[in-house]
């Protein structure tokens, strides 16, 4: 059954959720344990998802992309997050990356990329974490030093969602390693550049499909052009595109939410203990009341987010906010909800352990939950 739509998605937003859900509902069924078992979705997958609009969503038509505006990409990512599939790395491909292009990107870097993103033929990612530096970016130790026309890019990135399948990565590295923050830049990096490599798919102990990996840098050498923006804004750039990224972290923590309390509202009425439903039993009752009120009050407050980052952006205090209480949320109501399930709630075959356990990188990436109260706490 098609879930329900965000409130904001009217006319062609509707129709775009409703053709997103048809679609990834059925591709996620038939699809999503083969993507388990390779770490990773398959272009074909890629392209059949460009062909019907999926992607880059929110990008102008001059590039290839929709035409849309954000709520574009979150009526897509809203259907999907209801899948509670967490193979896909369109989140990071659509809803990062290719707005770092179209924010800070060349004419010639729009052209080059845009398209080829917004029909699957080119998959992004971003690398800004490193093994000794996540939370605290300016730490990081890659460096991308300039040779002439040339900047020579050493160092490893790890954690890196699409990092096995892209073509395209924006890699976080210091053009001036004495520079601290201000040292930090943005460069586009061709996955076919000599000294580029790719290094292990990571075992993770949720999202099994989604391909998270390291990448390593070894004297791999890219043009000048190569450059995002300007050489020392690369930190600046990062502040300024997060509130978007933790925006797509609570879309898909309100999808899963939802997802969870309906199959445990269903699982409920269906399972039987002491002659009775399990849904008879005042524990279920209320433990399910307070889910449902939780899965209320985020789903307004997210909708309430998505509709002011389109109309005046989301300041980093509230995006903060959603990011971190929407994931805590998230974590919170589907362990009540496995508990309803019993035993057969620590089986992977069923949906709800699958949500529990792909709940829990949502409170550590996008910047953990205490770095966004140490955001808000900032605005106090
Ligand atoms: C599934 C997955 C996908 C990811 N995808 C990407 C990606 O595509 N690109 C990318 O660049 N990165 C990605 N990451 C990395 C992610 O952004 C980092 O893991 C995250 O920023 C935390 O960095 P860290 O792991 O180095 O933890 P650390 O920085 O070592 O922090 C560990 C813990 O210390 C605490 N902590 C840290 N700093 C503070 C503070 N100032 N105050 C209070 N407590 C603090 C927090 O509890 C934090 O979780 C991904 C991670 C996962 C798990």
């Given at each position: 059954?098609?879930?329900?739509?965000?409130?904001?998605?009217?006319?062609?937003?509707?129709?775009?959720?409703?053709?997103?859900?048809?679609?990834?509902?059925?591709?996620?069924?038939?699809r999503?344990?083969?993507?388990?078992?390779?770490?990773?979705?398959?272009?074909?997958?890629?392209?059949?998802?460009?062909?019907?609009?999926?992607?880059?969503?929110?990008?102008?038509?001059?590039?290839?992309?929709?035409?849309?505006?954000?709520?574009?990409?979150?009526?897509?990512?809203?259907?999907?997050?209801?899948?509670?599939?967490?193979?896909?790395?369109?989140?990071?491909?659509?809803?990062?990356?290719?707005?770092?292009?179209?924010?800070?990107g060349?004419?010639?870097?729009?052209?080059?990329?845009?398209?080829?993103?917004?029909?699957?033929?080119?998959?992004?990612?971003?690398?800004?974490?490193?093994p000794?530096?996540?939370?605290?970016?300016?730490?990081?130790?890659?460096?991308a030093?300039?040779?002439?026309?040339?900047?020579?890019?050493?160092?490893?990135?790890?954690?890196?969602?699409?990092?096995?399948?892209?073509?395209?990565?924006?890699?976080?590295a210091?053009?001036?390693?004495?520079?601290?923050?201000?040292?930090?830049?943005?460069?586009?990096?061709d996955?076919?550049?000599?000294?580029?490599?790719?290094?292990?798919?990571?075992?993770?102990?949720?999202?099994?499909?989604?391909?998270?990996?390291?990448?390593?840098?070894?004297?791999?050498?890219?043009?000048?052009?190569?450059?995002?923006?300007?050489?020392?804004?690369?930190?600046?750039?990062?502040?300024?595109?997060?509130?978007?990224?933790?925006?797509?972290?609570?879309?898909?923590?309100?999808?899963?939410?939802?997802?969870?309390?309906?199959?445990?509202?269903?699982?409920?009425?269906?399972?039987?203990?002491?002659?009775?439903?399990?849904?008879?039993?005042?524990?279920?009752?209320?433990?399910?009341?307070?889910?449902?009120?939780?899965?209320?009050?985020?789903?307004e407050?997210?909708?309430?987010c998505?509709?002011?980052?389109?109309?005046?952006?989301?300041?980093?205090?509230?995006?903060?906010?959603c990011?971190?209480?929407?994931?805590?949320?998230?974590?919170?109501?589907?362990?009540?909800?496995?508990?309803?399930?019993?035993?057969?709630?620590?089986?992977?075959?069923?949906?709800?352990?699958?949500?529990?356990?792909?709940?829990?990188?949502?409170?550590?990436?996008?910047?953990?939950?205490?770095?966004?109260?140490?955001?808000?706490?900032?605005?106090?």
């Open positions: 059954m098609r879930p329900a739509r965000p409130s904001w998605a009217v006319d062609e937003l509707a129709d775009l959720h409703d053709m997103a859900w048809d679609f990834l509902s059925v591709e996620v069924s038939a999503s344990e083969q993507w388990a078992r390779n770490q990773c979705v398959e272009r074909d997958f890629w392209l059949r998802a460009g062909e019907l609009g999926l992607i880059c969503a929110s990008i102008p038509e001059k590039y290839g992309g929709g035409g849309g505006n954000f709520l574009h990409h979150a009526a897509i990512s809203s259907a999907y997050a209801r899948t509670g599939d967490r193979s896909w790395g369109n989140a990071v491909h659509s809803g990062v990356v290719a707005h770092y292009l179209l924010s800070y060349t004419d010639e870097q729009k052209e080059r990329w845009l398209p080829l993103m917004a029909t699957g033929e080119a998959i992004a990612a971003i690398g800004l974490s490193e000794s530096a996540g939370s605290d970016l300016k730490a990081l130790r890659t460096t030093i300039r040779d002439g026309d040339e900047y020579v890019i050493n160092g490893s990135k790890t954690f890196i969602t699409n990092g096995s399948s892209a073509d395209l990565v924006v890699v976080a210091k053009t001036d390693p004495a520079a601290g923050a201000r040292g930090v830049s943005l460069l586009l990096v996955a076919t550049t000599p000294g580029f490599s790719r290094g292990r798919v990571l075992d993770k102990i949720g999202q099994h499909g989604a391909d998270t990996s390291e990448l390593h840098f070894d004297n791999a050498r890219v043009p000048v052009s190569s450059l995002l923006g300007a050489e020392g804004r690369g930190f600046h750039q990062i502040m300024a595109q997060l509130p978007q990224e933790r925006l797509i972290i609570g879309i898909t923590a309100v999808g899963a939410i939802e997802l969870a309390v309906d199959a445990t509202i269903r699982h409920t009425k269906e399972r039987e203990a002491f002659g009775a439903p399990l849904f008879d039993l005042q524990n279920t009752r209320f433990q399910l009341a307070e889910s449902a009120t939780y899965a209320r009050v985020a789903r407050f997210l909708d309430n998505v509709i002011r980052h389109v109309r005046e952006g989301l300041d980093d205090a509230t995006a903060a906010m990011k971190w209480w929407l994931t805590q949320v998230q974590c919170d109501v589907i362990d009540s909800c496995l508990q309803l399930f019993g035993g057969y709630g620590y089986m992977r075959e069923y949906p709800i352990a699958r949500l529990y356990a792909d709940a829990r990188a949502q409170r550590i990436y996008g910047g953990a939950n205490e770095i966004q109260k140490e955001l808000i706490a900032r605005s106090l």
